[in-house]
């Protein structure tokens, strides 16, 4: 099986950050796997996105033309890859950004309120761990366990403080997918 | 081969060249390749080694230009319009027979062009980057492995034919993350070796005739002289190392050639070309210099024809015409810019030539 | 019989290819006794630049480089990153320090690396034959100036020392000049002086030293020395602009 996984928004979500730990935990796994960032100057702000790729072969291209994972967190990222997703896609909507609903029939979409759930927690820049933790769940591209070990080893120095809520915010995500059958 | 570890492709490049005993990197930011002097500038300190963040890409060039005369190993990297400012440091290194590894992460152009990756650097780094009559090495690593492969590569060959090496990635290459098993940290070996030229200027200690790192010759016939010479290396380079990767060539039809991020993309686009029953294969040059001439021509015996997929306008198309004496059509599947083909474009490119 | 007056031994056995009159001759023998003094010659590293003394590399017996027109000071950086206990010196003409060079100058300088710099001002590009240097006086006729250069439109000339005076990093700057017998006593002091500054590790030294170009200049050796001290030496004072070693 190949998951090809775009996680996409605005830049400060940190998409590209929640790429890393589900990369991560695809290494800890020992399966193949790329990471390949949108790169520019939109650091903060502008629209953002990373490609992970998890399979059992070899990574051919690391660019996805027709990702059978979607993970949204804002409108025009939804618009854009939405469009692109291959049929029988699992699409992630973060519902407290996006009002609207998926548009196409073929794809599978889950509506995660995922930044009110962070608030909820006082932390509302975890909204991209919690819908990891939903994505992991649904569609087993990675082990739960393997998504803690993997925050373990990707997280900062700076950042280890956060570590615990980092965990707990997956963690909510994992609930949230067991609540939602 | 140590453990996987999850690295940028510019990370690997920059942690694979302190393994192997390169002490001395001097930069200048640019995107997309910034990630090297990062890395640099984090770990060179805690390994007496120097990173130095130069006033200009001339500046930085011309740093690994002095301590490459000292015969130490020296980086430097960059991107495409910044590497167009090491190009006059290049011709030197060239002409004084130093070895240097420089690496460009190539973005789109001309002029300030974009930040998106791009492969149209070729012509300029495989014919010469510089005034004067010169080559330097130039590796193209299609993978995070490659990148940290090849950084070691690019080092041994650089010494052993004196002459400055590239890596020439494409943007997505430093970019994008893949497991990496970085080679075997050999750089305390290497240091204490204390491999330096026999021509290098270290001191003369007072116990030996002064050495002198130059490239000037006012008379022309020793200035011809010294280009026979260099030429002759390049001979023996072109001859016994090119390297290459054949990708199911063994009853292909239509022979693929294409590196870096587009081999990628490519890979895939064939093994849906195959599902159709499409016999198609892919020839991807490892080294751009030297080009991998013989391994084309002898596939244009057997092949209908050949598609370049390239992020130029078709700059290694003509190499393959080159290598191939036209023997056999060369068709094209390019995007520029900043742009990449998709799967189904090269796909389509391929069924196209199929008919 | 004693000897009382020999070559410095830091200097090879060459024919130094200048002109006659060309004070290049003076300033080089003034570079080597400051080597054979400091006794460094074993460890000493000299980059040559592009220009008249683009060739020195033939006439210093310690190991050279050539460097490309102007990056001399980053070439000397290199070197000295590589090998520190190494003695490090660049030798450069107006056109490629303060010209084309003019930012590897600066940001060396404001690194404060610990090398030396011997710069020679004669106010024109000689080895290309007499064109306006970044230091030629206002009303200069060279042949890129052929009217005199005019501020308005070509620049005032460019002072070295005083604009690295500036900087917080160097350690030592001095102009010096090679025109006269006791002119050229000070400038030995101050070669020595920066070389010393480096050995004992004190950071960057720079010494101008304003010199003569009789030749493009179109004056006798006579004639150019009495230039310099009535033109360039009122434009370029003599003296120290930088000692830290002094407080100054």
């Known amino acids: 099986m190949t998951y090809e996984c775009i996680m996409a928004g605005f830049g400060g979500q940190g998409l590209l950050f929640s790429g890393k730990v589900l990369a991560h935990a695809a290494l800890i796994e020992g399966k193949e796997l790329s990471w390949l960032p949108s790169y520019g100057p939109e650091m903060r702000g502008g629209t953002c996105n990373c490609s992970v790729i998890v399979s059992d072969e070899p990574v051919g291209s690391p660019i996805i033309a027709h990702p059978n994972i979607l993970m949204a967190m804002n409108e025009p990222s939804l618009d854009k890859f939405e469009a692109a997703a291959a049929a029988g896609a699992e699409v992630f909507v973060d519902s407290s950004l996006i009002a609207r609903k998926v548009r196409r029939d073929d794809v599978c979409a889950t509506y995660v309120p995922a930044t009110e759930m962070a608030k909820e927690m006082e932390a509302t820049s975890l909204a991209n761990m919690i819908l990891l933790g939903a994505i992991v769940k649904k569609t087993g591209c990675v082990k739960c366990e393997t998504v803690a070990e993997a925050l373990k080893q990707t997280i900062s120095a700076r950042k280890a403080g956060l570590l615990e809520l980092n965990l707990k915010a997956v963690g909510r995500g994992f609930d949230f997918m067991n609540q939602d059958k | 081969m140590s453990e996987k570890v999850l690295m940028k492709g510019n990370e690997a490049i920059a942690e694979a060249a302190i393994r192997c005993g390169c002490r001395h990197y001097f930069g200048y930011p640019i995107t997309p ?195 026979r010479e260099r030429f002759e290396r390049y001979a023996k380079l072109e001859k016994e190392e090119c390297r290459w990767e054949e990708h199911l060539m063994d009853d292909a039809e239509i022979c693929v050639v294409s590196v870096g991020i587009t081999a990628r993309v490519a890979k895939n686009a064939i093994a849906a070309a195959r599902r159709e029953g499409i016999k198609v294969g892919m020839i991807r040059p490892i080294t751009l210099y030297p080009f991998p001439k013989e391994a084309l021509a002898k596939a244009a015996a057997k092949v209908k024809g050949f598609l370049t997929v390239e992020l130029n306008m078709g700059q290694m198309n003509e190499d393959v015409k080159l290598a191939t004496g036209c023997a056999k059509p060369v068709a094209m599947c390019n995007r520029v810019g900043g742009m990449i083909p998709s799967t189904d474009e090269v796909l389509e490119a391929i069924r196209k030539e199929a008919k | ?102 930012c590897e100058t600066v940001s ?53 020392c005083e604009l690295l005076a500036t900087l917080d990093a160097p350690a030592y700057l001095e102009r010096v000049a090679v025109n006269s017998v006791a002119h050229v006593r000070q400038a030995k002091k101050a070669i020595l002086k920066a070389f010393r500054n480096q050995v004992e590790g004190r950071g960057f030294s720079l010494v101008e030293v304003v010199s003569t170009c009789p030749t493009n200049w179109g004056l006798t050796p006579e004639k150019a020395c009495a230039f310099v001290e009535e033109k360039m030496i009122p434009f370029y004072p003599l003296g120290c602009y930088k000692d830290k070693e002094q407080g100054k």
């Open chain 3, 108 to 160: 060396t300088a404001c690194r404060g690396e610990n090398i030396t710099i011997i710069f020679i001002n004669n106010a024109i590009y000689g080895m290309t034959g007499g064109q306006m240097a970044p230091t030629s006086l206002v009303g200069q006729v060279t042949q890129t100036s052929p009217y005199g250069r005019d501020p308005k439109t070509q620049g005032m000339p460019i002072r070295i």
């Open chain 3, 1 to 102: 019989m004693a000897v009382v007056f020999s070559k410095p031994k830091a200097l090879t056995d060459a024919v130094l290819h200048y002109c006659p009159g060309c004070t290049h001759g003076i300033v080089h023998r003034l570079v080597a006794e400051a080597i054979d003094e400091l006794g460094i010659e074993g460890r000493t590293i000299g980059i040559a630049p592009v220009g008249c003394s683009v060739m020195a590399y033939d006439y210093f017996a310690c190991d050279m480089i050539e460097a490309s027109h102007g990056r001399a000071p980053a070439v000397a950086t290199g070197v000295k990153r590589s090998l520190p206990e190494s003695v490090v010196f660049t030798y450069q003409g107006d056109g490629d320090l303060a010209s084309i060079g003019l």
């Open chain 2, 33 to 227: 390749q910034t990630e090297i002097a990062a890395y640099m500038s984090k770990r060179m300190p805690k390994i007496g080694g120097t990173f130095l963040q130069a006033e200009s890409e001339i500046a930085a060039i011309n740093m690994v230009y002095g301590c490459a005369s000292t015969g130490k190993r020296a980086m430097t990297s960059s991107s495409s319009p910044g590497v167009s400012l090491k190009a006059e440091g290049m011709s030197y290194l060239a002409g004084a027979d130093l070895p240097a590894l420089i690496v460009n992460v190539q973005r789109g152009g001309p002029g300030l062009g974009g930040i998106q990756p791009s492969q149209s650097d070729y012509f300029f780094m495989t014919r010469g980057p510089g005034h004067g009559d010169f080559r330097i090495i130039v590796l193209a690593p299609a993978t995070v492995q490659e990148m940290a492969d090849m950084t070691r590569l690019a080092f041994e060959l650089g010494e052993k034919y004196r002459m400055p090496a590239m890596l020439l990635a494409d943007g997505t290459m430093g970019q994008m993350m893949e497991p990496v098993s970085l080679p075997d940290d050999r750089g305390t070996e290497y240091l204490e070796s204390g491999a330096s030229g026999d021509w290098a200027t270290t001191g003369t200690q007072c116990k030996r005739a002064h050495h002198i790192v130059n490239s000037l010759y006012l008379k022309p016939e020793e200035l011809e002289k010294s280009n």
